[in-house]
């Protein structure tokens, strides 16, 4: 027996990850100018994302993806944690950018509460160059 079915609400909690982890992956496709638009109309009215709720959200989201728990899935994983919060009608600050020393690659991460959330290195470890955080109705 898997978890899901052990654990009482878990099949359903699984099918809600899964469906916005889908979502996640075709919205990560976007064009950033189109990608902010979205994340930014999905953010409104959203209250802000406490810590442990993003942090439960990002280990639903590795759990049950593959490809959002890999190295190159930070994309994809960063908007479905951001998804996953929305639906509890919370927002994180969503950050998409640089690592600030060498080696220097693009990331795209969490945060909550002026924390990274599941992330190992520190916030002055990354430079955002497009963030998006809770928006005003």
Do not use: K, N
Request: charged share 20%; hydrophobic share 45%; aromatic share 6%.
């Amino acid at each position: 027996m898997s978890t899901e079915m052990t654990m009482p609400g878990g099949a359903a909690r699984g099918l809600r990850t899964r469906a916005v982890v889908g979502v996640a992956l075709l919205v990560a496709r976007l064009r950033p100018d189109r990608l902010r638009r979205v994340l930014t109309f999905l953010s409104r009215g959203a209250r802000p994302a406490p810590h442990a709720t993003a942090l439960a959200a990002y280990a639903s989201v590795v759990a049950t993806s593959r490809r959002c728990a890999g190295w190159y899935g930070c994309l994809p994983r960063s908007v479905a944690v951001a998804l996953l919060c929305r639906l509890s009608g919370t927002w994180p600050v969503w950050h998409a950018g640089v690592r600030a020393a060498p080696p220097f690659a693009p990331h795209a991460w969490i945060e909550a509460e002026a924390q990274l959330v599941g992330e190992a290195a520190t916030l002055d470890e990354y430079r955002p160059l497009m963030t998006v955080g809770r928006s005003p109705r």
